[in-house]
């Protein structure tokens, strides 16, 4: 099975505490919520999974530390019932404390795994919605919603399922509401913003 490119650069700030996220193996893993600014101002809140002894080599963190975060966007089932369905967060190959301006560059690439939807918005926006399928190693995969704009659209949308596609773009997080029982929550969906497509299709570890 081939492998596919899944490399993001994220730098903000700490949006909250960490707070253990699961034990793997013996090894606690902590999840980091990052704020990261785009250029418009908006922000996006996105999941950072960690290592306790990564952050064990840091200094103490808090809500409104810097954060730098080298790693790859991974997913997962959400059965609980509770939340969205699919869970994306980045798992964190590095931290860092750097100081800087805010960053999310994310290299991916991977295939098609369903058809993808072509569709205007109220505001007569193009968009195209897909699911970007991207292996692993040791022959897991994750699953990535994508979405593209304008004449990327067009391109994306004139794919097929088990067509081969690279980009760079940006993982964002968008707040929606769903109603449940006859009440209105409000949720957050993360997915994939793609800036330009590539060539590159080399995975880096």
């Given at each position: 099975?081939?492998?596919?490119?899944?490399?993001?650069?994220?730098?903000?700030?700490?949006?909250?505490?960490?707070?253990?996220?699961?034990?793997?193996?013996?090894?606690?893993?902590?999840?980091?919520?990052?704020?990261?600014?785009?250029?418009?101002?908006?922000?996006?809140?996105?999941?950072?999974?960690?290592?306790?002894?990564?952050?064990?080599?840091?200094?103490?963190?808090?809500?409104?530390?810097?954060?730098?975060?080298?790693?790859?966007?991974?997913?997962?089932?959400?059965?609980?019932?509770?939340?969205?369905?699919?869970?994306?967060?980045?798992?964190?190959?590095?931290?860092?404390?750097?100081?800087?301006?805010?960053?999310?560059?994310?290299?991916?690439?991977?295939?098609?795994?369903?058809?993808?939807?072509?569709?205007?918005?109220?505001?007569?926006?193009?968009?195209?919605?897909?699911?970007?399928?991207?292996?692993?190693?040791?022959?897991?995969?994750?699953?990535?919603?994508?979405?593209?704009w304008g004449s990327l659209a067009y391109r994306c949308g004139a794919m097929e399922v088990g067509d081969r596609?690279?980009?760079?773009?940006?993982?964002?997080?968008?707040?929606?509401?769903?109603?449940?029982?006859?009440?209105?929550?409000?949720?957050?969906?993360?997915?994939?913003?793609?800036?330009?497509?590539?060539?590159?299709?080399?995975?880096?570890?």
């Amino acid at each position: 099975m081939q492998t596919n490119n899944n490399r993001i650069f994220l730098r903000g700030r700490l949006a909250a505490s960490p707070t253990l996220s699961h034990v793997n193996h013996g090894v606690e893993y902590l999840m980091l919520p990052l704020a990261v600014c785009r250029l418009s101002g908006a922000e996006d809140r996105l999941h950072v999974v960690a290592a306790r002894e990564q952050l064990d080599a840091l200094l103490p963190l808090a809500a409104g530390s810097p954060l730098t975060v080298l790693g790859e966007v991974r997913t997962f089932n959400n059965r609980s019932g509770v939340g969205s369905k699919l869970v994306v967060s980045v798992f964190a190959r590095e931290l860092s404390q750097e100081e800087g301006e805010d960053e999310n560059r994310l290299e991916l690439s991977g295939t098609l795994c369903k058809p993808p939807v072509l569709r205007t918005t109220p505001l007569g926006r193009t968009i195209c919605d897909m699911i970007l399928a991207a292996n692993r190693r040791y022959g897991r995969a994750d699953y990535l919603p994508c979405i593209a704009w304008g004449s990327l659209a067009y391109r994306c949308g004139a794919m097929e399922v088990g067509d081969r596609l690279a980009l760079e773009g940006r993982l964002q997080s968008r707040v929606y509401t769903k109603e449940v029982d006859g009440r209105t929550e409000e949720r957050t969906a993360f997915e994939v913003s793609v800036m330009s497509l590539t060539d590159g299709d080399t995975y880096a570890p």
